[in-house]
């Protein structure tokens, strides 16, 4: 699935704009403030794929964890802290950081039923 760039139907009033929405998008009120437009100049219609992306109740973007790369132990002077670098489904593309092991097991542990490489400790 992927949506086009919208149409501005009408002006209405001086700061806002009434927008030509696709289909899946028919949750979304369809006038906009000017603040939250952006000029579009392209030739060919502008296609957004939004397949894989996930929207909650008010259809904003929701980065999940996709999976779990690596594993690692932060050595400290009396304690170790187990991490483990997670990949994101990031709007921006593929992106990854260390998290603590056992506050993300607890979040996602349908996560932990791979077994991930594990690196050398820090």
């Not at 790369?69 to 304690?79: C, F």
């Not at 990854?96 to 077994?115: G, I, N, V």
Request: glycine share 2%.
């Amino acid at each position: 699935m992927s949506i086009l760039a919208p149409a501005v139907i009408k002006r209405v009033g001086d700061v806002a704009y009434k927008l030509e929405l696709p289909e899946e998008l028919s949750r979304v009120h369809n006038t906009f403030h000017v603040s939250n437009l952006k000029k579009c100049h392209a030739d060919e219609p502008l296609a957004v794929p939004l397949d894989g992306l996930h929207f909650d109740d008010k259809l904003q973007f929701v980065e999940e964890p996709i999976e779990i790369t690596d594993r690692e132990v932060k050595r400290l002077k009396r304690s170790r802290i187990p991490l483990v670098k997670v990949r994101w489904n990031s709007k921006r593309g593929p992106e990854f950081t260390w998290e603590r092991e056992d506050q993300f097991r607890k979040k996602y542990p349908h996560l932990f039923t791979k077994t991930a490489p594990s690196s050398s400790a820090v």
